[in-house]
T-cell receptor, first 115, second 112 residues
Framework: AQTVTQSQPEMSVQEAETVTLSCTYD???????LFWYKQPPSRQMILVIR??????QNATENRFSVNFQKAAKSFSLKISDSQLGDAAMYFC????????????FGTGTRLQVFP | EAQVTQNPRYLITVTGKKLTVTCSQN?????MSWYRQDPGLGLRQIYY???????DKGDVPEGYKVSRKEKRNFPLILESPSPNQTSLYFC???????????FGSGTQLSVL
């Protein structure tokens, strides 16, 4: 069974600085998707970025980028030029390419942003 | 506007009083799913449905029921709620085979 691990329950960063959130996963599959979701205090689940495992190139969305290391089963999220609005809970998630019945989530990392 | 609508957003109830959390999507998605979110545990899948009249258990189905009589609706039923079902619940949907999930805005349930 697949698992997703986020080993940092809390992180903090100063405004305008860069922070990296860690995520590791375990799977025997070769084709899958990885995601980072943001959950602000409103509790909404907002998709930040996604990565297809067959793509070697790391995904980027504006200030958000990932470092995808398939062999190491690592999928970290880098937030550049952090803003106060980035403060939220961040979840890493895995979805199989073939068995699309569910997302498997990590336990989350709470990010605080200080002015 | 394409969306997944959950109701209610907040619910406080007492042990044993049956309740239903509704979920409706207007995107004609085949796949729908329920998750619960608990501190330190992330989100865990309760039940999912691949199409009308097709439902299956997720990782934590005990104490819950679902039905999928219509494509757009996927209600979550707690026949006899208990305090350990106090949680934040999310409904989600997607086209079949798509990796992108659309989430509802969540239902915070407290069972006293």
């Amino acid at each position: 069974a697949q698992t997703v691990t986020q080993s940092q329950p809390e992180m903090s960063v100063q405004e305008a600085e860069t922070v990296t959130l860690s995520c590791t996963y375990d799977t025997s599959e070769s084709d899958y998707y990885l995601f980072w979701y943001k959950q602000p205090p409103s509790r909404q689940m907002i998709l930040v970025i996604r990565q297809e495992a067959y793509k070697q190139q790391n995904a980027t969305e504006n200030r958000f980028s990932v470092n995808f290391q398939k062999a190491a089963k690592s999928f970290s999220l880098k937030i550049s030029d952090s803003q106060l609005g980035d403060a939220a809970m961040y979840f890493c998630a895995y979805r199989s390419y073939y068995n699309t019945d569910k997302l498997i989530f990590g336990t989350g990392t709470r990010l605080q942003v200080f002015p | 506007e394409a969306q997944v609508t959950q109701n209610p957003r907040y619910l406080i109830t007492v042990t044993g009083k049956k309740l239903t959390v509704t979920c409706s999507q207007n995107m004609n998605h085949e796949y729908m799913s329920w998750y619960r979110q608990d501190p330190g545990l992330g989100l865990r899948q309760i039940y999912y449905s691949m199409n009308v009249e097709v439902t299956d258990k997720g990782d934590v189905p005990e104490g819950y029921k679902v039905s999928r009589k219509e494509k757009r609706n996927f209600p979550l039923i707690l026949e006899s709620p208990s305090p350990n079902q106090t949680s934040l619940y999310f409904c989600a949907s997607s086209p079949l085979g798509s990796e992108k999930l659309f989430f509802g805005s969540g239902t915070q349930l407290s069972v006293l």
